[in-house]
């Protein structure tokens, strides 16, 4: 998968207040969860805040990225695990990264790419593609940067779901029984299918 480096900075301090300040000098509040727990078990979290235009590397792709969060100098391995945006002017007002190290799964949104010539849409039917990432757990090295479906044999009212997917590496976190993609029946295929059955019959 692919990495990029993002710089943070430490908050000092919390609350409604300051997190009015921050956001107002152009910065977006974050939490970072650690890998160490404390006396509760809890992951141990850190205040951090990160510039907008370079949180906006990772917020506006398509891409999915391993962040190396750069705290003042120092580097954790992390990925964004939750973001919050102003639902008017659609920016990110806090976002949570989780620590990840080589040895233990993590859990990850990763892109759908759909490959292949649906069979249906040859027959004059729409492939819709219904979810554009699904949910998987895997070791970050081995995460892959998309997830190709072949579509290929996929004909006219057929849906491919996710029970029915299995790639290398990682598992499938997403409910097995969500509709990933389909071949709907568009007016023209029903056109040329009603033709054909009259065509049959005379």
């Given at each position: 998968?692919?990495?990029?480096?993002?710089?943070?900075?430490?908050?000092?301090?919390?609350?409604?207040?300051?997190?009015?300040?921050?956001?107002?000098?152009?910065?977006?509040?974050?939490?970072?969860?650690?890998?160490?727990?404390?006396?509760?078990?809890?992951p141990v979290a850190e205040a951090l805040v990160?510039?907008?235009?370079?949180?906006?590397?990772?917020?506006?792709?398509?891409?999915?990225?391993?962040?190396?969060?750069?705290?003042?100098?120092?580097?954790?391995?992390?990925?964004?695990?939750?973001?919050?945006?102003?639902?008017?002017?659609?920016?990110?007002?806090?976002?949570?990264?989780?620590?990840?190290?080589?040895?233990?799964?993590?859990?990850?949104?990763?892109?759908?790419?759909?490959?292949?010539?649906?069979?249906?849409?040859?027959?004059?039917?729409k492939l819709n593609l219904n979810v554009r990432?699904?949910?998987?757990?895997?070791?970050?090295?081995?995460?892959?940067?998309?997830?190709?479906?072949?579509?290929?044999?996929?004909?006219?009212?057929?849906?491919?779901?996710?029970?029915?997917?299995?790639?290398?590496?990682?598992?499938?976190?997403?409910?097995?029984?969500?509709?990933?993609?389909?071949?709907?029946?568009?007016?023209?295929?029903?056109?040329?299918?009603?033709?054909?059955?009259?065509?049959?019959?005379?």
């Amino acid at each position: 998968m692919k990495e990029i480096t993002l710089k943070a900075q430490k908050r000092t301090e919390t609350g409604k207040k300051a997190t009015r300040d921050v956001r107002r000098q152009g910065l977006v509040p974050a939490v970072l969860y650690g890998v160490e727990k404390d006396d509760k078990g809890a992951p141990v979290a850190e205040a951090l805040v990160l510039d907008e235009k370079e949180l906006a590397k990772v917020v506006y792709t398509p891409n999915v990225y391993i962040v190396n969060l750069d705290v003042e100098g120092k580097v954790v391995k992390t990925v964004l695990q939750a973001l919050q945006l102003d639902y008017v002017k659609d920016t990110p007002v806090h976002v949570d990264f989780y620590q990840i190290t080589e040895s233990k799964p993590v859990v990850i949104e990763v892109p759908v790419k759909l490959t292949g010539h649906a069979a249906g849409v040859k027959a004059g039917g729409k492939l819709n593609l219904n979810v554009r990432k699904l949910k998987v757990k895997g070791l970050y090295d081995k995460l892959p940067d998309v997830l190709e479906i072949d579509v290929t044999p996929l004909g006219i009212g057929k849906s491919m779901k996710v029970a029915d997917l299995s790639f290398d590496n990682v598992e499938i976190v997403t409910p097995k029984e969500v509709v990933v993609c389909a071949v709907k029946m568009t007016r023209a295929a029903m056109s040329a299918s009603a033709a054909t059955e009259e065509a049959a019959a005379e």
